[in-house]
């Protein structure tokens, strides 16, 4: 813990011990806990802090979902005059945040400048240092495309706001490693598929343009598997809607293709995992037929969270499974207002 002075944390005790004192204090209580004053602020927010944390087994992994909120309900005279009671809009969206461990529920506070919910199809990505950043999608009022980025900081529990894309994109793919997060693909505000992809610095709010994918690659889905990120199917400008069977990864400051991983024809948006035992890459559509309509996994340390439905129409489910050929264990005692369709999601270490 270069940089702190430890001897003051605690009036009357060692450093180490006023460290190991605050290295103890559960994480929901350290926005509360950074208010005592200035050192403990500093410290409890600081990225050698959340490392020390780490290190010593005090985080947790928690999934933050881009979940629908509830629809208001009619005012009464249109309920009573026979309309308005079908919705016609698009529903609001919101992060949630479920600890599948504590099997706990929250909702976080609405980003800047989006009060009534979420850019629409915006990306989340979780990086290093309790840090879940939000990204690009439509506005909701206008539905135009947005360069948008917002980082919401779990140990202050505030968000704000950072250096936007360096372009306008829609259905793009993302996925976080080693500490930057990934973006390639998707389309530009003309509809043409989009070969070129960036990186993220959070910490630095930096963006660094990367050598462009091998192919466009409209409506892909990012994935991270060995340390790889992982571009899959996607279609290009003139072949709208076909989806590809390929995918690609990143490493290395090159990208490399890889045939036949995926199924040709299919969306992967949401829906793609890992590597299967066959060296394809699995959807969580067939994973559990309770789950084969919009199905949305994250992974959770061991254990990832899948959601999705039955069939059209039927209610949002939401399983845990264990492992990975693990059996589906239903998440119960779902609270009010959190059984909203989830778009997507990912992992954050707070």
């Given at each position: 813990m270069e940089g702190f002075e430890l001897s003051d944390l605690v009036p009357g005790l060692p450093g180490e011990i006023g460290l190991e004192c605050l290295t103890r204090l559960?994480?929901?209580?350290?926005?509360?806990?950074?208010?005592?004053?200035?050192?403990?602020?500093?410290?409890?927010?600081?990225?050698?802090?959340?490392?020390?944390?780490r290190h010593l087994g005090y985080t947790r992994k928690v999934a933050c979902l881009v979940q629908a909120l509830p629809r208001p309900a009619p005012p009464p005279e249109a309920t009573a005059a026979g309309g308005g009671s079908k919705p016609t809009d698009s529903p609001g969206y919101a992060v949630t945040v479920f600890d599948p461990v504590?099997?706990?529920?929250?909702?976080?506070?609405?980003?800047?400048?989006?009060?009534?919910?979420?850019?629409?199809?915006?990306?989340?990505?979780?990086c290093e240092g309790g840090k879940l950043v939000v990204m690009g999608?439509?506005?909701?009022?206008?539905?135009?495309?947005v360069t948008d980025v917002f980082l919401y900081d779990f140990a202050s529990r505030r968000w704000r706001r950072c250096a936007p894309m360096p372009s306008k994109r829609s259905f793009f793919a993302v996925g976080s490693h080693g500490g930057r997060i990934y973006v390639a693909g998707g389309h530009d505000e003309?509809?043409?598929?989009?070969?070129?992809?960036?990186?993220y610095d959070a910490w630095g709010d930096e963006w660094t343009e990367l050598p462009p994918m091998t192919r466009e690659r409209d409506e892909c889905e990012g994935i991270?598997?060995?340390?790889?990120?992982?571009?899959?199917?996607?279609?290009?400008?003139?072949?709208?809607?076909?989806?590809?069977?390929?995918?690609?990864?990143?490493?290395g400051g090159e990208w490399r293709l890889a045939e036949g991983v995926w199924e040709?024809?299919?969306?992967?948006?949401?829906?793609?995992?890992?590597?299967?035992?066959?060296?394809?890459?699995?959807?969580?559509?067939d994973s559990d037929s309770r789950v084969q309509v919009g199905p949305s996994g994250v992974a959770v340390g061991d254990m990832t969270l899948v959601t999705g439905s039955e069939y059209q129409g039927a209610a949002q489910g939401f399983y845990v499974r264990a492992g990975q050929g693990g059996k589906f264990e239903r998440v119960g005692d779902v609270p009010d207002g959190f059984g909203g369709f989830v778009q997507s999601g990912c992992c954050v270490e707070i």
């Open positions: 559960p994480h929901p209580s350290h926005r509360v806990a950074s208010w005592v004053c200035r050192c403990w602020h500093q410290l409890l927010e600081s990225r050698e802090f959340y490392h020390h944390r504590g099997r706990a529920w929250e909702r976080l506070d609405p980003v800047p400048g989006y009060p009534g919910g979420l850019p629409l199809f915006c990306q989340v990505a979780g999608g439509w506005d909701p009022a206008s539905y135009d495309p003309n509809k043409n598929a989009l070969r070129t992809a960036w990186a991270v598997v060995g340390g790889e990120f992982w571009v899959v199917s996607g279609y290009r400008t003139d072949s709208q809607g076909e989806f590809e069977g390929s995918a690609e990864a990143f490493a040709a024809g299919r969306c992967p948006r949401s829906s793609a995992g890992g590597f299967g035992s066959d060296g394809r890459i699995v959807s969580w559509a």
